[in-house]
């Protein structure tokens, strides 16, 4: 992400899938990173509200709309917990049998916005644990806090603002909280769970990751 954020910072009008391969590249001849892999997913906004963008792997984002979700990307993955990846592959590794997914393998995202529209991006961190319908709880507890009188002097600039920021601040709790369940809550199962249960796993709770 180091390497796209130069890339785009250089030439902002480029589309996402053409600073993915730069920075990919980039990467691959960096000598400060010496090998790892990661997912990716990237967007560009245009002033009439075109979102476009790539997502490689279980990275992803999703659009809420009066608090609903309108648009979510789907996972890329080999098999179960093998998303896409794009990789670095240190010299004395070059033999193994790694995963090695390449930038013109992302899904592309277009999408259509409207105002008031929360554009939510997240890693896997967020959606291995998070229930997509939860997203809309949180959105509207936010919103109500938002609409408190001890907020009245807040102009809509600034309450957009302040509720993007909270629902960060939100989602990365919740998230954390939702990696600790063990499997004997009550009430509901994290994403993961779900879907290791569809593969024929018997995995409880949340997932720890970033």
Same mark, same amino acid.
């Given at each position: 992400? /180091?390497?796209? %954020?130069?890339?785009a910072?250089? $030439?902002? #009008? *480029?589309?996402c899938s053409?600073?993915?391969?730069?920075? /990919?590249?980039n990467?691959?001849? @960096?000598?400060?990173?010496?090998? &790892? $892999?990661a997912?990716a997913?990237?967007? #560009?906004?245009? &002033? +009439? &509200?075109d979102?476009k963008?790539?997502?490689l792997?279980d990275?992803?984002? !999703?659009v809420?709309?009066?608090?609903?979700p309108?648009? #979510?990307?789907?996972?890329q993955?080999?098999?179960? +917990?093998?998303?896409y990846?794009?990789?670095?592959?240190p010299?004395?590794?070059?033999g193994?049998n790694?995963?090695? @997914?390449k930038? %013109?393998s %992302?899904d592309?995202?277009?999408?259509?916005?409207q105002p008031?529209?929360?554009?939510?991006?997240?890693t896997?961190g967020?959606?291995d644990n998070?229930?997509?319908?939860?997203l809309?709880?949180l /959105? +509207?507890?936010v +919103?109500q806090?938002?609409?408190?009188?001890?907020?009245?002097?807040?102009?809509?600039?600034?309450?957009d603002?302040? =509720?993007a920021?909270?629902?960060?601040?939100?989602?990365?709790? /919740?998230g954390r909280?939702a990696? !600790?369940?063990? *499997?004997?809550?009550e009430g509901?199962? !994290?994403?993961?769970q779900?879907? %290791?249960k =569809?593969?024929?796993?018997?995995?409880?709770?949340?997932?720890?990751d970033?």
């Amino acid at each position: 992400m /180091y390497h796209y %954020a130069q890339s785009a910072s250089s $030439s902002p #009008s *480029g589309a996402c899938s053409k600073h993915l391969q730069t920075a /990919y590249d980039n990467t691959l001849s @960096d000598t400060n990173v010496p090998a &790892g $892999s990661a997912t990716a997913v990237a967007i #560009s906004l245009s &002033g +009439n &509200g075109d979102l476009k963008g790539i997502n490689l792997g279980d990275s992803g984002l !999703t659009v809420l709309r009066r608090a609903q979700p309108v648009y #979510s990307t789907l996972s890329q993955t080999h098999y179960f +917990n093998c998303p896409y990846q794009l990789t670095k592959t240190p010299a004395d590794r070059s033999g193994e049998n790694n995963v090695t @997914d390449k930038p %013109a393998s %992302a899904d592309p995202i277009r999408f259509a916005l409207q105002p008031s529209d929360m554009i939510i991006m997240f890693t896997d961190g967020l959606s291995d644990n998070v229930p997509v319908e939860h997203l809309s709880i949180l /959105y +509207n507890s936010v +919103n109500q806090l938002m609409e408190l009188p001890e907020n009245s002097h807040l102009t809509p600039q600034d309450k957009d603002a302040e =509720r993007a920021r909270i629902m960060a601040d939100v989602l990365v709790a /919740y998230g954390r909280m939702a990696m !600790t369940r063990t *499997g004997d809550e009550e009430g509901w199962k !994290t994403p993961f769970q779900l879907e %290791a249960k =569809r593969h024929g796993y018997d995995f409880k709770g949340g997932k720890v990751d970033e």
